[in-house]
């Protein structure tokens, strides 16, 4: 009897002392942009279902998001902001979107190079 009771506590003892990993995670990257405009288009850019907070701080241009795993990836977000034409660490933006942004918002470009 006394080794039953050992297996089930022991048991138990390893069920509840395992962690489970929270889905939510924090990255902050480099997104290349000029003025308030810029984080007012890069912020809604990655207003998705999935992402919980975002700043693009214009001084640093520096982007910080935080966001849950199992909805996006942070590969996912800097790919949306690449798409409403804003370079990033990840990605190259949409030369069309970047085309279409306001002249305050037409940063200098880096040449394009593969990673």
């Known amino acids: 009897m006394k080794s039953v009771f050992y297996i089930l ?3 138990s003892l390893g069920l509840f002392s395992c962690k489970t ?3 939510e995670k924090t990255e902050t990257f480099k997104v290349w942009g000029n003025c308030e405009k810029c ?3 890069i912020e809604s ?3 998705v279902d999935g992402v919980i907070e975002k700043n693009w701080n214009v001084e640093s241009t520096l982007m910080t998001v935080k966001f849950d795993t199992t909805k996006i990836s942070l590969n ?6 690449a798409k409403a034409g804003y370079d990033n660490d990840g990605y190259y ?3 069309y979107a970047y085309g279409k942004l306001p002249d305050c918002c037409q940063y200098e470009r880096k ?3 593969l990673k």
Do not use: M, R, V
């Open 9 to 11: 506590f022991f048991l």
């Open 45 to 47: 850019s990655c207003a």
């Open 76 to 81: 996912g977000i800097q790919e949306l902001i």
């Open 21 to 23: 990993g929270s889905p």
């Open 39 to 41: 984080k007012a288009t």
């Open 93 to 95: 933006g949409d030369d």
């Open 111 to 113: 040449p394009f190079e």
